[in-house]
């Protein structure tokens, strides 16, 4: 077994161990193959990382060993859950597009030693985390876990997905689904492989999805205007401040949300990083989640579907206005924006879209970065993070991240803190002028071992 070795960043990382684990159920042969649903073939192929750190475990009978095969063990059980996983994706050579082949290939496992203290790691810059430290991405397998014991006994878990398989709704089923197994009670959650998301006969959809999403090809994703550094940071939001945005974008009766409210404060500080000689309006775009949204027909998804449902959310004002307005007024505009794609009638008119356009690659307008600056919120405040306890505790810090260095939006994920606390942890993909009008508010801290009480 080869090892290999990172210097980067200040901490090494070794890679001692590199092992497969499969379904401990025998799967069908031959083996059945899932097409991708029009929603997977919009959310495209690139990997997606959640990272967990946890404590040195209180038993000495947790060792690092036992804690591996253990985690072991209970993947090979969630596999014959979610079997479409431990699966490749591939060409179909006849429709030229992804399908999964649910051959039992296995989800690669790599265990890791750091040479420093958990307490010692800057988690601000999460920059040193990626790739060749916590994140090594195979291409052969759709999902990768690295468990990293630190120099003082603490672990982390890493868990890289390719979003073909799934979106955060599915990816948080599978995690809390094993963490449930791991801890041998009943999983709450029935996954749907169905992949059942059709477009209309004939496909139909409202012109306005044409200015919002366009086919494109890989030259036009390879040459995404973007920074030749994308900074990526962790922070964290005290519940205080969060309730004070709520407060404040609730004026005069109008009731908004936690997030809603996030996003205007976001919005106005957007400004400070954009160069109004060169732009007079800037955008912000909401990754939404359709389940709930479309029905509950037949052919609907479930809250367990596993696959993509999402859109993106576009809003548009000029740096004047949200220079100028309160947050109750730009949490308005936040709230319009959304409201326009909480609905069945969009998501629908989606997939008929995207079925008018197959075969090749499509994407949102404004992540192949043609629609001038934009910052894409996510939320993740339904995102397992203190529940994700494989036997050895909680974890002190649970957020995600993504090696991609093309993209043309700023990207925020915000999800609870696993302090429990009402706080919030919040990463980040941004340019570097973002980067500084974030750091010059008090509302987003640094993360800080302080904060993380290590």
Same mark, same amino acid.
């Given at each position: ?12 990382? &070794? ?22 649903? &029009? ?62 082949? +649910? ?48 120099? +003082? ?35 709450? !959650? ?25 086919? !494109? ?64 309006? +800037? ?72 079925? !008018? ?98």
């Amino acid at each position: 077994m080869d090892v290999g070795a990172s210097l980067e960043g200040g901490f090494m990382v &070794n890679i001692s161990r590199k092992s497969i684990v499969k379904s401990i159920t025998p799967l069908e042969d031959p083996p059945q193959v899932l097409a991708l649903s &029009n929603l997977d073939l919009l959310s495209g192929r690139f990997p997606v990382t959640y990272f967990y750190f946890y404590r040195k475990p209180a038993s000495d009978e947790d060792n690092v060993t036992s804690i591996v095969e253990a985690l072991k063990s209970s993947l090979a059980v969630t596999l014959t859950y979610f079997y479409p996983f431990a699966g490749r994706i591939v060409l179909n050579p006849s429709t030229g597009e992804l399908e999964i082949v +649910c051959d039992n290939t296995g989800v690669l496992v790599l265990e890791a030693d750091a040479s420093r203290e958990l307490k010692k790691l800057d988690f601000h810059d999460f920059n040193q985390f990626m790739q060749g430290k916590l994140v090594h991405i195979q291409p052969d397998f759709p999902v990768q876990i690295q468990l990293t014991r630190y120099s +003082c006994g603490s672990i982390s878990l890493t868990f890289s997905f390719d979003h073909a398989l799934g979106d955060a709704s599915a990816f948080h089923k599978f995690l809390l689904s094993w963490s449930e197994i791991s801890r041998d009670i009943p999983i709450s !959650c029935r996954p749907n492989h169905s992949r059942n998301l059709r477009a209309r006969t004939p496909p139909t959809y409202h012109s306005s999805l044409d200015q919002a999403f366009t086919k !494109c090809t890989l030259e036009d994703i390879l040459n995404i205007p973007t920074p030749k550094t994308l900074l990526k940071r962790l922070y964290h939001v005290e519940y205080e401040s969060i309730s004070n945005l709520q407060e404040l974008a609730s004026l005069d009766g109008r009731s908004r949300t936690k997030i809603e409210a996030f996003s205007a404060y976001l919005w106005k500080l957007m400004v400070r990083a954009i160069d109004v000689k060169l732009h007079a309006q +800037c955008k912000m775009g909401w990754l939404v989640d359709g389940r709930g949204r479309m029905g509950n027909g037949e052919s609907d998804p479930s809250p367990d579907y596993i696959g993509n449902v999402l859109s993106l959310a576009v809003g548009e004002a000029s740096i004047e206005d949200l220079k100028n307005g309160t947050i109750a007024d730009v949490s308005s505009k936040v709230h319009e924006a959304i409201s326009k794609v909480t609905t069945r009638s969009h998501f629908q008119d989606l997939i008929d879209w995207i079925e !008018c356009h197959r075969p090749g690659l499509m994407l949102s307008r404004a992540v192949l970065g043609q629609g001038g600056p934009t910052l894409v919120v996510s939320s993740g405040r339904r995102f397992p993070v203190a529940e994700l306890d494989f036997g050895f505790g909680r974890p002190v810090l649970g957020t995600v991240c993504s090696t991609i260095e093309k993209i043309g939006v700023g990207y925020v994920n915000q999800r609870s803190s696993a302090r429990g606390d009402g706080s919030w942890a919040v990463s980040a993909i941004l340019w570097p002028e973002l980067a500084a009008a974030f750091e010059s508010d008090p509302i987003l801290q640094p993360m800080s071992t302080r904060y993380l009480q290590l």
